[in-house]
């Protein structure tokens, strides 16, 4: 697909009913971004209020031995707070559209899990989930649970050392910062002894192929794409905007703050997700679910 700018409606600011009016008959193809998940207390990368950050890139990672067990240490506190967060309004919102028809399919930026913690079925998770483990030798994929009390034996004490969760920053991929990581000892695949790695797309990494695919099938599949909560700053979220726009479909997107898609849409509202959400689960009409 190439990636010259389309020719797309001009942007328009609307309100909430300008939206209802605008998706109310149609089945909805969903995309969402770290903000639908700010309310459950996972901070967002790129929204208005966000300090500036510097991920960890896939090169950093796989080539610098240092950089992967700062990861490790970060993530081992990390991943327990994300593994506890619960669904919020938005992504009950979304549930709910789904079961009542409306909503064909969502696409997540995000690796938390929420959608599907939220009764969301047809979820594509794009970048990944944080409950996997891959390794990069033999591709053996284990739970993140079982590397957690792999890690604790190899690390007794290491949590309880850096504090509780609430004391240090976490961040949408399940990262927390820690500065002393120095001492912290990283697992190896236990089949080949490979290098094990999240099961989540990094910067500088690809999204696989047949997933792409996929989401494009289902912005296909539906008649309009709703973002929610994604600044739509990397290619991998904004591809699908240009697509919807490309093939004439109404594109509406609702963020905090301007997004690099806004030239596609059709209508953007500058608003929080999760109430915006429910208040389009309380008006969109039910749709008959597809044969």
Request: glycine share 10%; net charge negative.
């Amino acid at each position: 697909m190439s990636d010259a700018a389309p020719t797309a409606a001009p942007l328009t600011a609307g309100t909430l009913a300008d939206v209802v009016a605008l998706l109310a008959g149609h089945r909805l193809a969903v995309l969402t971004g770290a903000g639908v998940s700010t309310d459950s207390g996972i901070p967002d990368y790129r929204g208005p209020d966000s300090p500036p950050r510097t991920p960890m890139t896939f090169q950093q990672f796989v080539g610098d031995a240092a950089f992967r067990r700062h990861y490790w240490a970060r993530n081992h506190v990390g991943w327990r707070h994300v593994h506890r967060t619960l669904p919020n309004a938005g992504h009950r919102a979304l549930a709910a559209l789904e079961h009542r028809g409306v909503v064909g399919g969502l696409i997540t930026q995000n690796v938390d899990l929420l959608h599907e913690a939220a009764g969301s079925h047809h979820v594509i998770d794009l970048h990944g989930r944080y409950d996997r483990v891959v390794c990069l030798s033999c591709g053996t994929v284990v739970p993140r649970a079982d590397l957690a009390d792999r890690l604790d034996a190899l690390n007794p004490g290491f949590v309880e050392s850096v504090g509780t969760v609430g004391d240090v920053e976490i961040a949408p991929d399940a990262d927390a910062v820690i500065e002393r990581t120095s001492h912290f000892v990283v697992a190896d695949c236990d089949v080949c002894g490979g290098m094990l790695k999240p099961d989540i797309v990094y910067f500088g990494e690809t999204v696989p192929r047949e997933r792409v695919e996929r989401a494009y099938a289902m912005v296909d599949a539906g008649d309009a794409l709703l973002v929610a909560g994604s600044s739509l700053t990397v290619q991998s979220g904004l591809r699908f905007v240009r697509h919807a726009a490309q093939t004439g479909k109404p594109v509406v997107i609702v963020n905090r703050g301007a997004t690099r898609g806004d030239r596609h849409a059709t209508l953007t509202l500058d608003a929080g997700t999760s109430p915006t959400l429910t208040a389009l689960a309380e008006s969109l009409p039910d749709l008959p679910h597809p044969a």
